[in-house]
């Protein structure tokens, strides 16, 4: 879902991703030089592409409310 409000966030997030997925078949690239593989050895396993972006809202929280999270803590 897509906010309406915002003009241009889709297209603007979607360049993001398409970035985001260049710049990391680039980096398996390098990896597979490092590992003395051929530069296209991962290539593969990245196609189709598995890129997923999921954004996250934290809301304001009110003045005076320290220790409360507006989203509760997570790993990632």
Do not use: Q
Not at 3 to 17: I, K, Q, S, V
Not at 49 to 72: F, K, M, Q
């Amino acid at each position: 879902k897509w906010p309406t409000d915002l003009p241009g966030f889709r297209e603007t997030c979607l360049r993001y991703m398409d970035g985001l997925e260049a710049l990391g078949l680039k980096l398996i690239r390098l990896y597979a030089l490092a590992l003395d593989l051929p530069a296209d050895y991962f290539d593969r396993a990245f196609r189709p592409s598995h890129n997923i972006l999921r954004l996250s809202r934290y809301p304001a929280l009110p003045d005076g409310e320290e220790g409360v999270n507006s989203l509760p803590p997570h790993t990632d």
